[in-house]
T-cell receptor
């Protein structure tokens, strides 16, 4: 079955450590996105990529970094510069052709103490 | 810029009640409109969509009609079930050559259905 796989589901880190969240898709989608979701709030866009080897900052990119070396993969690194990293992180993809719906992974819940 | 405004929650209904969740939008172009559903601890799933004015999207008993004149896309279901309890997000997406094809989401509305 095609879909998006995020791992791990739960992640715990100490303050000051960088951490990388994995996102892999086998939908052959060109576009991939990272969102952050905080309790009771909507989704905020961190980074997005419309094509391999290219990515753009979203609305809240500070303290985060990404890479897009392969079409299937779009890992997100939460750096120690991110002031409030504890959140639910969602990866998504879309075909990128026309205004198309997003396909989401099941998310990674990151807790930093 | 684009924006989506959803009815604030939480919404609590009894089983078999009628559901309406209001959604209005502002957009620079001619967006497609979507409703997504999120169950606890999971990602969002597409519930239904509409790509142009007067289109009606429908799925699993849920419906929403794209109303350009009122810039609205209200979600309705005639008879809700306990299993419909979830968070519902209204969203819009424009063409890739407008706003890079990014989606804009509302803040979500939490629905709880009691037996």
């Amino acid at each position: 079955d095609g879909g998006i796989t995020q791992s791990p589901k739960y992640l715990f880190r100490k303050e000051g450590q960088n951490v990388t969240l994995s996102c892999e898709q086998n939908l052959n989608h060109d576009a991939m996105y990272w969102y952050r979701q905080d309790p009771g709030q909507g989704l905020r866009l961190i980074y997005y990529s419309q094509i391999v080897n290219d990515f753009q900052k979203g609305d809240i990119a500070e303290g985060y970094s990404v890479s897009r070396e392969k079409k299937e993969s779009f890992p997100l690194t939460v750096t120690s510069a991110q002031k409030n990293p504890t959140a639910f992180y969602l990866c998504a993809s879309s075909s990128g052709r026309g205004p198309s719906p997003l396909h989401f992974g099941n998310g990674t819940r990151l807790t930093v103490t | 810029g684009d924006s989506v405004t959803q009815m604030e929650g939480p919404v609590t209904l009894s089983e078999e009640a009628f559901l309406t969740i209001n959604c209005t939008y502002t957009a620079t172009g001619y967006p497609s409109l979507f409703w997504y559903v999120q169950y606890p601890g999971e990602g969002l799933q597409l519930l239904l969509k509409a790509t142009k004015a007067d289109d009606k999207g429908s799925n699993k008993g849920f419906e929403a009609t794209y109303r350009k004149e009122t810039t609205s896309f209200h979600l309705e279901k005639g008879s809700v079930q306990v299993s419909d309890s979830a968070v519902y997000f209204c969203a819009l997406s424009e063409a890739p050559n407008t706003n890079a094809g990014k989606s804009t989401f509302g803040d979500g509305t939490t629905l709880t259905v009691k037996p």
